[in-house]
Nanobody, 125 residues
Framework: VQLQASGGGLVQAGGSLRLSCAASGRTSSRYALGWFRQAPGKEREFVARITWTDGDTYYTDSVKGRFTISRDNAKNTVYLQMNSLKPEDTAVYYC???????????????????WGQGTQVTVSS
């Protein structure tokens, strides 16, 4: 499975960006796709997750109400719509695929087998 993330950029606080993650190769409807982010000097952290089958979504508390994860099954693409961006959202954002549709510890990066290359999001104050 290959994942290609795109859509990052520089935006002012309060602005919006939409990230895309295109999946190709031996994809499976059983996979779940997630977004993670990593700021300089910090560990990679979970942002959001969606299942291919039912579209169930999960978010970390800091982005609830501001970010929306969605999917287009026909295009094998997952999106992360980010609104009301804050300087603390600045990070490299990665998309990743988990072979398990559902799991309780979905926020652990180690559960995701395939990773995209990352896209930089910078929010200026």
């Amino acid at each position: 499975v290959q994942l290609q993330a795109s859509g990052g950029g520089l935006v002012q606080a309060g602005g919006s960006l939409r990230l895309s993650c295109a999946a190709s190769g031996r994809t499976s409807s059983r996979y779940a796709l997630g977004w993670f982010r990593q700021a300089p000097g910090k560990e990679r952290e979970f942002v959001a997750r969606i299942t291919w089958t039912d579209g169930d979504t999960y978010y970390t508390d800091s982005v609830k109400g501001r970010f929306t994860i969605s999917r287009d099954n026909a295009k094998n693409t997952v999106y992360l719509q980010m609104n009301s961006l804050k300087p603390e959202d600045t990070a490299v954002y990665y998309c990743a695929a988990d072979p398990a549709t559902y799991r309780s510890n979905y926020y652990y990066p180690s559960n995701y087998v395939y990773w995209g290359q990352g896209t930089q999001v910078t929010v200026s104050s």
